[in-house]
């Protein structure tokens, strides 16, 4: 296993580019990174989103060893969005919607440092705020304390194939769940 420190390829930023350099990335651990990523499909703006792995200190990992619970890695959405289209806001927005960000390394059922709440940021400004929104929903949820960490995002390690747009493919039962813009129907999380 690595350790970690400044040399370790896993806790150096994500230094990945946009495909368009008018496009930004955002990146979110809620949970399960199924129902998540077809939330943010769903959001005018987002361009692209991949799943995958980020936070850990093990250089290049797969499915099987995150879920071992030794290598600290999200599971996470990492979003290229146009920033005129879709104001980080509305990510945040989003994130905040789609999960408890008061358990602590778990959602529902799926129990693990995994499934934690986090916000992974590539710039000051997206940063702050996350802090903001942080704080307002702080305010909101009154005394059921909010876990989520708010980090750089380090580098970001796509999951396999068959994870990505997993809903919108139909899942284990192949009942494909729409990615279009401004879809409303409820997402149902299977495996």
């Not at 590539?122 to 059921?144: M, V």
């Not at 813009?181 to 299977?190: F, S, T």
Request: glycine share 8%.
């Amino acid at each position: 296993m690595a350790t970690p420190n400044s040399t370790n390829l896993a806790l150096q930023p994500d230094t990945d580019r946009p495909d368009n350099p008018s496009h930004e990335f955002a990146q979110f651990g809620a949970g399960c990174f199924w129902s998540v990523e077809l939330a943010f499909q769903r959001v005018v703006g987002v361009v692209k989103t991949e799943v995958g792995y980020s936070q850990g200190h093990v250089h290049d990992p797969n499915y099987k060893l995150v879920c071992t619970n030794t290598t600290n890695h999200v599971e996470v959405v990492r979003i290229q969005y146009d920033p005129v289209l879709c104001p980080y806001t509305n990510l945040l927005s989003v994130f905040w919607s789609r999960h408890d960000p008061t358990t602590l390394n778990r959602q529902g059922g799926d129990v693990g440092t995994q499934y934690r709440s986090g916000i992974y940021y590539y710039s000051e400004e997206q940063a702050k705020l996350a802090g903001e929104s942080k704080e307002a929903k702080q305010l909101e949820l009154k005394d059921k304390k909010i876990v989520t960490e708010i980090l750089p995002a380090k580098r970001f390690y796509r999951a396999e194939e068959y994870h990505q747009q997993y809903l919108e493919k139909g899942g284990g039962g192949g009942l494909k769940q729409s990615a279009e813009k401004g879809c409303n129907d409820p997402i149902r999380c299977y495996g």
